[in-house]
């Protein structure tokens, strides 16, 4: 026996052990936060005579409550149970406190403490209000009191704040068991996902000396299609329809761009051309892409578990799904040595796939991938690798995010061949800036008047591609 009489057992066996564990767990220092320090004792037992708390009482009342909360559930292993199961035992743990010891807080204040407190728990704490804004793609917690988000391609501070870094680090626990992932000191980063798909990687001591970090990546509950990219300026129509046709026709394609530039969303969109009768494997570190095709099966990579064993890799989903019978191969980020099973893919009868690298042009792109081919550990010669990616790949889909937030092609290059060691490259769309008005850049989408030679193959199987698409200038929009 133990704990003033109660059965010390294990709550997975028994749910309503924790539940009555937690309603009476510490009730004599509870009965200490009766006394609001604004208002003088009541007479008999010194109750606080104001219907109501103030908000700073409110909020203390709710992080004492919160702590003592997290931790018992977290002693009694339940971080990872099934959401039902710890929202009855937070709401067994809070409303008979609150009734019972007659704290200061009205009936409207006592319910929403208790959602708050079960939101807190099972969720992202007082990231909550942020999450739910559907304008907001990126949270970032530098520190407690330091949030920002991104709104509209814009970074903008925000009034959420967190008690202290002890809170930051239970949300950031919350988020990691909720997943069967594990931070700590021994393993102090983790690429993380939530429920609803979101990406998180967070960080604490001693990677971060100052404290933990979050970092976010918002997906919306639905993607961007591509009428719509077109609607906000990504890119113009006749751009929109020359890459449907070489995705619907089997090229295959390359997204490039920097980080946050749209590159996953732009991929979502693009794949809307492959045919609903064609089988998809999508291979991607953290699942985020959105596919409309039934025939679609994912894969994600895995890193190692605190044992160091369980780790799966991009590279070897790569090698697993040409088992797989697929007819398109989407690699979401091509980060490693599986960039050069990739292109062996798409050089041995698995065209038509599609993937994105993190660079900062067309001809940076390739140079990345030379360099991850390297990172598969075969001593390759430059030229051998450099024939591979030229013969795999066929466009190159750049996208940038201006100064003032708007995501764009920049550029759609074909590659063309090799002239020595040198890959030859061609623009065949590009968005040329005229300058800056009221924060909103100018600039016009168009064609730079070179036919691809691609154009040819796409009219052999059964494309209209009318020549007036290249002709220079006749594509002109503003974005």
Not at 57 to 80: F, T, V, W
Not at 381 to 394: F, H, M, N
């Given at each position: 026996?133990?704990?003033?009489?109660?059965?010390?057992?294990?709550?997975?066996?028994?749910?309503?052990?924790?539940?009555?564990?937690?309603?009476?767990?510490?009730?004599?220092?509870?009965?200490?936060?009766?006394?609001?320090?604004?208002?003088?004792?009541?007479?008999?037992?010194?109750?606080?005579?104001?219907?109501?708390?103030?908000?700073?009482?409110?909020?203390?009342?709710?992080?004492?409550?919160?702590?003592?909360?997290?931790?018992?559930?977290?002693?009694?292993?339940?971080?990872?149970?099934?959401?039902?199961?710890?929202?009855?035992?937070?709401?067994?743990?809070?409303?008979?406190?609150?009734?019972?010891?007659?704290?200061?807080?009205?009936?409207?204040?006592?319910?929403?403490?208790?959602?708050?407190?079960?939101?807190?728990?099972?969720?992202?704490?007082?990231?909550?209000?942020?999450?739910?804004?559907?304008?907001?793609?990126?949270?970032?917690?530098?520190?407690?009191?330091?949030?920002?988000?991104?709104?509209?391609?814009?970074?903008?501070?925000?009034?959420?704040?967190?008690?202290?870094?002890?809170?930051?680090?239970?949300?950031?626990?919350?988020?990691?068991?909720?997943?069967?992932?594990?931070?700590?000191?021994?393993?102090?980063?983790?690429?993380?996902?939530?429920?609803?798909?979101?990406?998180?990687?967070?960080?604490?001591?001693?990677?971060?000396?100052?404290?933990?970090?979050?970092?976010i990546r918002r997906f919306g509950r639905?993607?961007?299609?591509?009428?719509?990219?077109?609607?906000?300026?990504?890119?113009?129509?006749?751009?929109?329809?020359?890459?449907?046709?070489?995705?619907?026709?089997?090229?295959?394609?390359?997204?490039?761009?920097?980080?946050?530039?749209?590159?996953?969303?732009?991929?979502?969109?693009?794949?809307?051309?492959?045919?609903?009768?064609?089988?998809?494997?999508?291979?991607?570190?953290?699942?985020?892409?959105?596919?409309?095709?039934?025939?679609?099966?994912?894969?994600?990579?895995?890193?190692?578990?605190?044992?160091?064993?369980?780790?799966?890799?991009?590279?070897?989903?790569?090698?697993?799904?040409?088992?797989?019978?697929?007819?398109?191969?989407?690699?979401?980020?091509v980060r490693g040595g599986e960039a050069?099973?990739?292109?062996?893919?798409?050089?041995?009868?698995?065209?038509?796939?599609?993937?994105?690298?993190?660079?900062?042009?067309?001809?940076?792109?390739?140079?990345?991938?030379?360099?991850m081919v390297l990172m598969a550990g075969?001593?390759?010669?430059?030229?051998?690798?450099?024939?591979?990616?030229?013969?795999?790949?066929?466009?190159?889909?750049?996208?940038?995010?201006?100064?003032?937030?708007?995501?764009?092609?920049?550029?759609?290059?074909?590659?063309?061949?090799?002239?020595?060691?040198?890959?030859?490259?061609?623009?065949?769309?590009?968005?040329?800036?005229?300058?800056?008005?009221?924060?909103?850049?100018?600039?016009?989408?168009?064609?730079?008047?070179?036919?691809?030679?691609?154009?040819?193959?796409?009219?052999?199987?059964?494309?209209?591609?009318?020549?007036?698409?290249?002709?220079?200038?006749?594509?002109?929009?503003?974005?």
């Amino acid at each position: 026996m133990a704990d003033g009489g109660r059965r010390d057992v294990n709550t997975r066996d028994d749910p309503g052990a924790l539940r009555r564990r937690l309603r009476g767990a510490k009730a004599d220092e509870i009965r200490g936060w009766q006394r609001s320090p604004a208002a003088p004792a009541a007479a008999g037992g010194g109750r606080p005579t104001e219907k109501g708390a103030s908000p700073k009482r409110s909020m203390h009342l709710k992080a004492e409550l919160q702590g003592r909360l997290l931790d018992e559930i977290s002693k009694r292993g339940l971080l990872a149970a099934d959401d039902g199961e710890i929202a009855g035992a937070v709401e067994d743990f809070a409303r008979p406190l609150l009734e019972e010891e007659a704290l200061a807080l009205n009936e409207e204040e006592r319910e929403r403490l208790v959602e708050e407190l079960v939101e807190e728990t099972l969720g992202v704490g007082p990231l909550a209000p942020l999450m739910a804004d559907p304008a907001v793609t990126d949270v970032l917690v530098n520190s407690p009191d330091e949030v920002y988000v991104e709104r509209f391609g814009r970074l903008e501070p925000t009034e959420v704040r967190f008690r202290d870094s002890a809170h930051l680090l239970r949300v950031v626990e919350r988020i990691a068991a909720r997943v069967g992932r594990r931070i700590d000191a021994a393993s102090p980063m983790a690429d993380l996902r939530l429920p609803d798909g979101s990406r998180v990687n967070a960080t604490i001591p001693p990677a971060t000396p100052d404290g933990p970090t979050l970092s976010i990546r918002r997906f919306g509950r639905r993607r961007l299609r591509a009428g719509e990219l077109q609607k906000l300026g990504a890119f113009s129509e006749t751009m929109g329809a020359f890459l449907g046709a070489a995705v619907r026709h089997r090229l295959n394609l390359l997204i490039s761009g920097g980080t946050g530039a749209g590159k996953s969303t732009l991929l979502g969109a693009l794949a809307e051309s492959i045919s609903a009768t064609e089988r998809v494997v999508t291979i991607e570190d953290t699942l985020e892409l959105i596919l409309d095709q039934e025939n679609w099966v994912r894969l994600e990579a895995r890193p190692a578990n605190i044992e160091g064993r369980g780790r799966i890799t991009a590279r070897d989903l790569v090698i697993n799904s040409l088992r797989m019978r697929p007819d398109r191969v989407i690699v979401g980020e091509v980060r490693g040595g599986e960039a050069l099973d990739m292109l062996q893919a798409m050089n041995t009868g698995h065209d038509g796939s599609l993937g994105t690298v993190h660079a900062n042009s067309p001809r940076d792109a390739l140079s990345r991938l030379e360099t991850m081919v390297l990172m598969a550990g075969l001593e390759l010669p430059a030229r051998a690798i450099r024939e591979q990616i030229v013969s795999a790949l066929d466009l190159i889909v750049h996208v940038e995010r201006f100064e003032d937030g708007v995501r764009r092609i920049s550029t759609v290059t074909e590659i063309v061949g090799l002239e020595g060691d040198t890959p030859l490259l061609q623009d065949i769309f590009a968005f040329e800036r005229r300058g800056l008005e009221r924060g909103r850049v100018l600039g016009d989408f168009g064609a730079t008047g070179i036919v691809p030679r691609c154009a040819t193959q796409l009219r052999q199987r059964g494309t209209e591609v009318p020549p007036a698409w290249f002709s220079k200038r006749a594509d002109a929009r503003r974005g």
